[in-house]
């Protein structure tokens, strides 16, 4: 079982840049596929990113491919999302998720383990 704390959300004005870090403890890190998901206010909760444990592969959705990085260290226990080019769009709750698999999901039901979110909010 693995426990994930997130970090680094805030309120930016659109074009500003935000870092979200992710620390995962109680399990072996470098066994998890990781993923950010976001949620705002009335919709679904979405897919935004993911990199798998080697960090050999990562995937994006269109919404944020280009303006968004996703990383991880391993000896840290630590994914991060770096967002660059902010939009009023983006503002949401940003959740970090893990699932025991060396693949990717863009689907939230294939993960076990998430964070309690961190808000990031985009003004105009």
């Known amino acids: 079982q693995v426990q994930l704390v997130e970090s680094g959300g805030g309120l930016v004005q659109a074009g500003g840049s935000l870092r979200l870090s992710c620390a995962a403890s109680g399990s072996t890190f470098s066994n998890y596929a990781m993923a950010w998901f976001r949620q705002a206010p009335g919709k679904e909760r979405e897919f935004v990113a993911g990199?798998?444990?080697?960090?050999?592969?990562?995937y994006y959705a269109d919404s944020v491919k280009g303006r968004f990085t996703i990383s991880r260290s391993n000896a840290k226990n630590t994914v991060y999302l770096q967002m660059n080019s902010l939009k009023p769009e983006d503002t949401a709750v940003y959740y970090c998720a893990a699932r025991p698999r060396q693949i990717i999901s863009v689907t939230r039901y294939d993960y076990d383990y998430w964070g309690q979110g961190t808000q990031v909010t985009v003004s105009s």
């Open positions: 990199i798998t444990w080697s960090s050999a592969f990562t």
